[in-house]
């Protein structure tokens, strides 16, 4: 019954009768495209042809295509070619394939020049429309907060701690390992380098300046944005894939209100938490190095450390936590609630959420260095 | 090859022996026995939450079971290697309950992507087919190029049948493939799964709630209740059956509806 599938050609007086035979199915796909590819230069030759299917022992959709599309090839003349000897069982999958049309012709596009310019000025024009809307979400989040005020029955305080759970408390232990080791490098390469001059002790000053005001408090929302903000962005953009915002918004409820107060809320008191955590790992992580490494035993360490910094440094560093956690989180549920429908989109949103978020945070960084430069802190 | 042929037409395409199917302390499927026989449309319906999908997915290896053994096509899917359980999984498609598309890959390329694994054919004839299996499940070709996100819910399943069906196999499982489909819509289906099934001698596996469906286009009922497969049977070992769940869903209101 079955077997390899074979397109013989076979002389039946004026006619030419192409015999179909063995199993047309998928598996033998590439194989029958060629013979049907064969069979087809036949066309416009002086013969009559017709198609013999009688022998045909399987028969699925590629094989019923692939006659079908013969058939269509060798009719271009003024005769039609006919299919013989179908079984009654095949007859409606070759009615249900002849209905098909000629496939459209699917236009690849090319890249160009004028494409590539295009994406570009697309791109800048686009930095204008973020901007817009980070700065819609914050009136959004503000107004949604006022109300909150007004009405504080509304807050929603389980999910405040929830999130404050997630984003502060779970992060403490990678956030204190990092800020440590980082502690421990500078105060490491702060002593290799100072032990040239002999100034060793004045990697107590560096540490400290440092850590207090920009490492301490910019590692961390650095990793915050990766850690929390693209959750932020995969929470809120799958529930908008899958309508649960568009829910929450026929039920009367404001999903600002409901999603991202809380999840700001949380990040906002728990970034500055973190840099405190973080800043404090650092300082230890640097005086032990500064120890082992450089011999300053811990109390020469810490009198050194009260003589270089100040309240100051340490006002500096946390001053600037709330404000990046608060970029963070916009630019966090900003991206989150651009989610389109596909999964491509989510990962899309996600990345540009964590990239947009560490950016943001540096020019704020940037932005406070010149501030307190000009106040004189 | 020619004995292999025969075992594969006289054994049942599916053979489900013992199942026990258990998440954490409760047990789904205890003891589960069905075939499912080469060439039927075997119709599977319990009250929701009885194990229905749990069941499929079992069946097609994405549930792990506690015991019992699973044959398709004569191959067990526990002893079987890797080789041979690609050769099954080549000649079985899914529908699932949501249509499970890849949100990323348009109409065409869903369809496309099982060929492009399997089958080394030209990219024309992969156009030609993904225009006729949409023309199969009753769609317009211009949806080729949307992304399914922008499809309805009922384009959704057709386009996921349609996906389930791009290899031309031998056994699909279609999980309330009608579910969400408006009656005429419904209908249709019914009907085209009845026409693959006599065209290409597919055997159906489909979990429906739809009444419609069971009457026009099953052949085989099993009804799944504690666990186990309650009955199975024609429509009318249905009716005739004095199980107190058969009772209430083969002569309810709806039920009487439909038979009217």
């Known amino acids: 019954m079955s077997g390899d599938p074979k397109l013989e050609r076979i002389a039946k007086g004026n006619a030419l009768a192409l015999c179909a035979t063995g199993t047309w199915t998928a598996s033998f796909a590439p194989v029958l495209e060629r013979m049907v590819a064969d069979a087809e230069k036949l066309a416009g030759g002086p013969q009559s042809i017709f198609i013999d299917v009688s022998e045909v022992a399987k028969l699925d959709t590629f094989g019923a295509w692939l006659i079908e599309r013969l058939r269509r090839s060798l009719t271009k003349g003024a005769v039609e070619a006919q299919i013989a000897g179908l079984s009654a069982n095949y007859a409606s999958l070759v009615d249900e394939v002849r209905r098909v049309r000629a496939t459209p012709v699917i236009e690849t596009s090319a890249i160009t020049i004028t494409g590539m310019l295009e994406q570009i000025g697309r791109g800048v024009a686009g930095v204008g429309g973020t901007i817009a809307s980070l700065v819609d979400m914050l009136g959004a989040v503000l107004a949604a907060g006022a109300h909150v005020l007004i009405h504080p029955r509304s807050f929603r305080l389980t999910s405040t701690v929830h999130h404050l759970e997630q984003v502060c408390w779970r992060a403490v232990p990678i956030i204190v390992l990092i800020t440590f080791l980082i502690g421990c490098i500078i105060a490491q390469q702060g002593i290799f380098h100072f032990r040239r001059f002999g100034a060793d002790i004045f990697v107590v000053d560096m540490l400290g300046v440092l850590v207090l005001r920009e490492i301490g408090v910019l590692l961390v929302a650095i990793m915050v944005a990766g850690r929390s903000g693209s959750a932020y962005t995969a929470e809120l953009g799958s529930m908008k894939m899958r309508e649960e915002i568009d829910a929450l918004r026929t039920m009367g409820f404001d999903p600002i209100e409901v999603l991202v107060l809380p999840r700001m809320l949380a990040l906002v008191l728990a970034l500055p938490i973190l840099a405190f955590l973080g800043a404090m790992a650092a300082l230890y992580g640097g005086g032990l190095v500064a120890w082992l490494y450089g011999g300053v035993d811990p109390g020469a360490f810490l009198l050194r450390l009260r003589d270089a910094i100040s309240i100051d440094h340490f006002i500096v560093g946390i001053v600037k936590a709330p404000v990046m956690a608060a970029v963070i989180g916009i630019v966090a549920c900003v991206e989150g609630l651009a989610v389109q429908g596909s999964a491509e989109s989510l990962g899309q949103h996600t990345t540009a959420s964590v990239v947009k978020g560490i950016f943001f945070v540096i020019v704020m960084d940037g932005v406070f260095a010149i501030f307190f430069a000009s106040i004189g802190m | ?260």
């Open chain 2, 1 to 260: 090859m020619a004995q292999e042929t025969q075992n594969e037409i006289q054994n049942p395409i599916i053979r489900v022996r013992d199942i026990t199917v258990q998440f954490g302390a409760t047990r789904v499927l205890d003891g589960l026995n069905l075939d499912v026989k080469r060439g039927e449309i075997l119709g599977f319906v319990g009250p929701s939450g009885a194990g229905k999908s749990v069941l499929t997915r079992t069946i097609i290896g994405l549930v792990p079971k506690l015991a019992g053994s699973i044959e398709v096509f004569g191959v067990d899917l526990d002893s079987s290697n890797t080789s041979q359980r690609r050769n099954v999984e080549r000649r079985w498609g899914v529908l699932f309950q949501q249509g499970a598309l890849f949100s990323s890959l348009t109409v065409r390329q869903n369809i496309q992507f099982p060929m492009r694994e399997y089958l080394r054919v030209s990219q024309r004839l992969m156009d030609e087919i993904t225009m006729a299996k949409l023309a199969m499940v009753g769609l317009k070709p211009d949806v080729a190029e949307r992304f399914p996100s922008e499809l309805s819910g009922g384009m959704i399943k057709r386009v996921a049948l349609a996906r389930a069906l791009s290899l031309d196999p031998d056994l699909v499982f279609l999980d309330e493939p009608t579910s969400g489909l408006d009656p005429i819509g419904a209908g249709d289906f019914d009907e085209l799964v009845r026409t693959l099934q006599r065209t290409l001698g597919l055997t159906v596996f489909m979990v429906t709630h739809d009444l419609d469906s069971l009457y026009t286009a099953c052949d085989r009922i099993a009804v799944l209740g504690n666990g186990k497969i309650i009955a199975a049977g024609s429509i009318a070992d249905m009716q005739a059956s004095q199980h107190p769940w058969l009772r209430q869903y083969f002569h309810g209101k709806r039920a009487r509806a439909v038979m009217s």
